[in-house]
């Protein structure tokens, strides 16, 4: 990608995820700019998206009323943190990004960052699940400000439990190599597999009482019904 279209794109990046918006006008500002500054990847995203669509991925997640499958896994620290550790201190919004080096991600957690008082306050938590060796967990965590735990879902391992990993397919793969998306080096494994972007609000007695999937990564749950959501969980 050039240089000059890197640079819009950062900067893009920047005056999105500072809109005074909704998230998802945040997300959609980010996207406009991407079709704008490259269009042929936009074209590439708007093709795995249809194919996703098609093929109803995540539609197999666990939905409203199910038990939310227990995970164990490392945060940013290296301690494992379990699903029942973590709903013994209030409800909770299980979230799962990409990866650091998403933009829309990056974006979504910024916004969770912010709305992280407002959740605290009410005594319920979030936490960020990714398929991200331990490095980059640190560094989206310090880069965010994250005041909750990122943890490694390494080999996509739990997020395929909960049929939401996707293959990105031959020609989104040579595109995010062309924009330096080492997905080999981020994970740990070159199975270009990724999570769909999703959350689950739990209850303290498991159960789902929320969730927002959709295989088109430029979208995600907003941040007023997140907040919602979570009031609502017992």
Request: aromatic fraction near 6%.
């Amino acid at each position: 990608m050039a240089a000059t279209a890197t640079q819009s794109l950062d900067q893009a990046l920047r005056e999105c995820r500072d809109l005074d918006a909704s998230i998802n006008a945040r997300l959609a500002c980010y996207a406009e700019a991407v079709a704008r500054f490259t269009p042929a990847f936009a074209a590439a995203v708007d093709r795995l998206v249809a194919r996703l669509q098609q093929s109803d991925a995540g539609g197999s997640a666990p939905r409203v009323g199910d038990v939310m499958p227990p995970f164990m896994l490392p945060d940013e620290q290296g301690r494992i943190v379990t699903l029942e550790r973590l709903l013994a201190n209030g409800p909770i919004a299980v979230t799962f990004h990409r990866g650091h080096w998403c933009p829309y991600c990056r974006i979504n957690i910024n916004a969770l960052v912010h709305a992280q008082r407002e959740i605290a306050a009410t005594g319920r938590q979030i936490v960020v699940i990714m398929p991200e060796r331990q490095e980059y967990a640190v560094a989206l965590k310090s880069e965010s400000d994250a005041p909750f735990p990122i943890l490694s879902d390494i080999d996509n391992g739990y997020a395929m439990s909960l049929n939401l990993v996707i293959w990105v397919g031959a020609e989104m793969e040579q595109a995010m190599r062309e924009r330096s998306r080492d997905l080999p080096k981020y994970q740990g494994n070159d199975a270009w597999m990724l999570p769909i972007p999703a959350t689950f609000v739990v209850g303290t007695d498991g159960i789902i009482t929320a969730r927002f999937v959709d295989p088109d990564y430029r979208k995600r749950m907003d941040i007023d019904d997140l907040l919602a959501a979570l009031r609502r969980a017992r």
